[in-house]
């Protein structure tokens, strides 16, 4: 449906007519920088350009004060000695001649963008701005920010769309405190921010940033800090803090519309932040919004203040709002303890006021979720990971990987008449097959397990695979008689390893044997959603009971899944339907859509043919990046499904990282 690019040149006109080192990295060549390296790798031809017209006083006035708005416009008019004398007035501020106009384009561009799309002209978009707005207040400027875009957007939706729920997310390093103020005792609006914080001794120092301000009145529980009291943080932290905070809270609030305050002064080589995180996070992270929403995203540019770091997270984002695959995530995905800290205070503080964290109950083992062997898993040691280089920046910058899409993006080989009639457009039939001699040889490596008529399936699977392997085509869906599923699957894992490689994840659902030769070197791993036990055979092998609720969906996915997944960083996911995998059509697109962040897309989904005709068209919409539909009024997790998933996470969490979402506790 598109993606909509918002900017006026005008609006690199303001900047700062005198000395001030605070001030400065606040200049026009932040929007140049990030507009040329959108031209550079093609992303903005690809966008639905609009260009930038000033808000209303009336649309300004949906924030701010009458006063305040004729304060600024009177700057327009001021010498320069009076600017500076105005702007000390206020924490970190310049005005300059052209700000007022500047600013009015900037709010102008975040409503225009909000008009876009919620009128269906585009899906999602990006209005690049400047000044910023997150700091602003009702009657003040604040931190370089004059009119509050992000907060005037907000009020514009409401009021001129009805809308209910609307959720900001600030993933600016610097705390939106003048968003969080305006929208302090509305429930309407679900404000996430996470901020360098250092206790409070980084800028604005404010004890309302820290995770223990969680709005108030009917607002209680709205307002969402994560602040991070080291500098340093990285894209596991970032990762860690969406699977494990706002992802939750947001399925559960069901937003209508996501606004994004995108300050890109999070990323590596920020002056201001310090903080580690690649352009490459920018683009999981985009992703993992994108499934909220029916995937309407509104982002404005707040802050980031590194040249090329900005300019290379902007093009990670704008890319992932168009939808193309995220690139692979470099680094250990191992969150710090700082960043657990936080992670669990503001969990603990949010805890009242949200089910979905009420569903973290201590661990409590019962026999029914003992290991198979009927005791505790000794915990391994330091296992397989993959080794992470120590590039400098500017090799970090470098090898950034723009890719191209591949030629086609998801076949599809099915069996079944009937299925593949339905296909939403872009998803192409496939009906090559792997040679004749090579499809009988794995056959009869698995004899018995194969009727003949379960040949021809394989050999279509088989070429789909290759395919995906070697980027042929991004992800597909292959049919399978039920008899036939679970030894398909196995075929699929030794040819994937004979083949490039290195590691594979195997979701499995439903009843499907543990594949009798898997290997437990690391390659693989496997996950099997079944039944109502939970099972461990090593920390790369387990099963996971099948949740029956929303809640209990959503926990398995966002708790133990993407974790494991961004964790083990495999080269594809295969995705198994087998026998009673009880998925309904939502929970199959949520899983598969959100599956395919960590793996850029390359996903073969493997179906048994009674569940082709329903499922068809669900996988091949969720593969191809539609969002996927609402799972449904939220419900809280039964007993047993926090019990195994807890009893699963704890004896994981040990090799598997990303699972912790709270510090372990200081060694003796
Ligand atoms: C929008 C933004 C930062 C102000 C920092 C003042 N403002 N030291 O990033
Ligand atoms: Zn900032």
Same mark, same amino acid.
């Given at each position: ?6 900017y006026h040149e005008?609006?690199?006109a303001t900047?700062?007519l005198?000395?001030d ?6 200049c026009p060549e932040?929007?140049?920088a990030?507009?040329d390296?959108l031209?550079?790798?093609g992303?903005e031809e690809r ?11 009336e649309?300004l ?9 004729a304060l600024?416009q009177?700057t327009q008019?001021?010498?320069e000695e009076?600017l500076?004398?105005l702007?000390?007035?206020y924490?970190?501020?310049?005005f300059?001649?052209?700000t007022?106009h500047?600013a009015?384009?900037a ?8 008009d ?5 002209a ?5 209005a690049l701005?400047?000044p910023?707005g997150h700091h ?18 907000a009020k ?6 009805g809308?209910?729920?609307i959720?900001?997310v600030d993933w600016?390093v ?6 969080q103020y305006i ?6 609006v679900?404000?996430?921010s996470w901020?360098?914080?250092?206790? =409070?001794?980084?800028w604005p120092?404010?004890p309302?940033s820290d ?5 108030q ?5 709205f307002?969402?800090?994560?602040p991070?009291?080291q500098?340093g943080?990285g894209?596991a932290?970032?990762?860690a803090?969406?699977?494990?905070v706002?992802l939750?809270?947001?399925?559960e609030?069901d ?5 994004v ?5 999070s990323?590596?080589g920020?002056?201001e932040?310090q903080?580690?995180a690649?352009p490459?996070?920018?683009a999981h ?10 995937g309407?995203?509104c982002?404005?540019l707040?802050g ?5 770091s ?6 990670m984002?704008?890319q992932t709002?168009?939808?193309?695959p995220?690139p692979p ?6 969150p710090?303890q700082?960043?657990?800290e ?13 089910t979905?964290?009420q569903?973290?109950v201590?661990p409590?083992?019962s026999?029914s979720?003992?290991?198979?062997e ?18 400098s ?6 090898r950034?990987c ?6 086609v993006?998801?076949?599809?080989a099915s069996?079944?008449?009937g299925a593949?009639?339905?296909l939403?457009?872009g998803?192409?039939?496939k009906e090559g097959?792997v040679?004749r ?5 794995w056959a009869r490596?698995?004899?018995?397990r ?8 394989l ?5 789909l695979l ?7 085509i ?12 679970a030894?398909?699957?196995d ?9 490039r ?5 195997c979701?499995?659902?439903g009843?499907?044997?543990?594949p ?8 693989i ?5 079944? =039944?109502?036990?939970a099972?461990i ?10 949740p029956?609720?929303t ?5 398995l ?6 974790p ?11 995705m198994?339907?087998?026998p ?5 059509n939502?929970?199959?697109a949520l899983?598969t859509?959100?599956l395919r962040?960590?793996v850029?897309g390359r996903?073969l989904?493997?179906?048994e ?5 329903q ?5 091949a ?13 939220f ?17 994981l969490k040990a090799?598997w990282?990303?699972?912790q979402v709270?510090a372990?506790?200081?060694q003796?």
């Amino acid at each position: 449906m598109g993606t909509a690019l918002v900017y006026h040149e005008d609006m690199t006109a303001t900047r700062l007519l005198w000395d001030d080192p605070e001030c400065e990295i606040e200049c026009p060549e932040r929007l140049t920088a990030a507009l040329d390296a959108l031209r550079q790798h093609g992303l903005e031809e690809r966008c639905q350009r609009l260009s930038a017209c000033e808000a209303s006083e009336e649309e300004l006035g949906l924030v701010h004060s009458p006063e305040y708005i004729a304060l600024v416009q009177k700057t327009q008019t001021l010498d320069e000695e009076e600017l500076h004398a105005l702007s000390k007035q206020y924490d970190a501020v310049y005005f300059h001649p052209d700000t007022y106009h500047c600013a009015r384009l900037a709010a102008g561009a975040a409503l225009q963008l909000v008009d876009a799309v919620l009128t269906g002209a585009v899906q999602n978009g990006l209005a690049l701005v400047r000044p910023p707005g997150h700091h602003s207040q009702r009657a003040a400027a604040n931190g370089f920010c004059v009119f509050n875009n992000v907060a005037i957007a907000a009020k514009y939706a409401k009021q001129k769309y009805g809308l209910q729920r609307i959720l900001i997310v600030d993933w600016d390093v610097h705390h939106g405190q003048g968003i969080q103020y305006i929208f302090n005792d509305d429930p309407s609006v679900l404000y996430f921010s996470w901020h360098r914080y250092e206790h =409070g001794s980084f800028w604005p120092f404010l004890p309302e940033s820290d995770a223990d301000a969680v709005g108030q009145g009917q607002g209680r529980g709205f307002t969402v800090n994560l602040p991070w009291n080291q500098v340093g943080m990285g894209n596991a932290d970032y990762l860690a803090a969406f699977l494990h905070v706002l992802l939750p809270l947001a399925f559960e609030f069901d937003p209508e519309l996501v606004l994004v305050s995108a300050g890109f002064d999070s990323a590596i080589g920020d002056p201001e932040g310090q903080m580690q995180a690649t352009p490459e996070c920018f683009a999981h992270l985009t992703r993992l919004l994108q499934v909220l929403a029916g995937g309407q995203i509104c982002a404005v540019l707040e802050g980031g203040y590194h040249l090329e770091s900005l300019a290379q997270s902007v093009c990670m984002m704008v890319q992932t709002l168009l939808g193309d695959p995220t690139p692979p995530l470099l680094g250990l995905m191992v969150p710090c303890q700082s960043a657990l800290e936080s992670i669990q205070s503001v969990r603990t503080a949010q805890t009242p006021h949200w089910t979905s964290l009420q569903q973290n109950v201590a661990p409590v083992l019962s026999p029914s979720t003992q290991s198979p062997e009927g005791r505790s898993l000794p915990l391994l040691g330091e296992s397989p990971t993959c080794a992470v280089a120590e590039d400098s920046l500017s090799h970090l910058l470098d090898r950034l990987c723009l890719h191209p899409p591949s030629p086609v993006c998801t076949a599809v080989a099915s069996t079944v008449p009937g299925a593949a009639l339905a296909l939403p457009p872009g998803v192409l039939h496939k009906e090559g097959s792997v040679l004749r001699e090579e499809t009988e040889a794995w056959a009869r490596l698995h004899k018995s397990r194969f009727q003949d008529e379960d040949l021809a399936a394989l050999g279509k699977t088989l070429c789909l695979l290759d395919g995906i392997l070697d980027g042929q085509i991004r992800s597909a869906i292959a049919t399978t008689s039920a008899p036939a599923t679970a030894a398909t699957l196995d075929v699929l894992i030794q040819r994937c390893l004979a083949h490039r490689a290195q590691r594979l994840l195997c979701v499995a659902l439903g009843q499907l044997d543990r594949p009798l030769d898997l290997a437990d070197d690391g390659r693989i791993l496997w996950l099997n959603i079944r =039944g109502q036990e939970a099972a461990i055979w090593s920390m790369f092998h387990f099963s996971t009971p099948q949740p029956q609720t929303t809640g209990g969906f959503l926990s398995l996915i966002l708790g133990l899944v993407l974790p494991l997944a961004y964790g083990f960083q495999p080269d594809m996911v295969l995705m198994a339907l087998g026998p009673t995998h009880g998925l309904q059509n939502a929970q199959a697109a949520l899983l598969t859509a959100m599956l395919r962040s960590p793996v850029g897309g390359r996903i073969l989904a493997v179906v048994e043919e009674e569940s082709i005709l329903q499922l068809e068209r669900t996988l091949a919409q969720a593969l191809h990046g539609e969002t996927p539909p609402s799972l449904g009024p939220f419900s809280m997790a039964s007993p047993v499904e926090i019990q195994a998933l807890t009893f699963l996470k704890a004896q994981l969490k040990a090799r598997w990282k990303l699972l912790q979402v709270a510090a372990p506790p200081p060694q003796p």
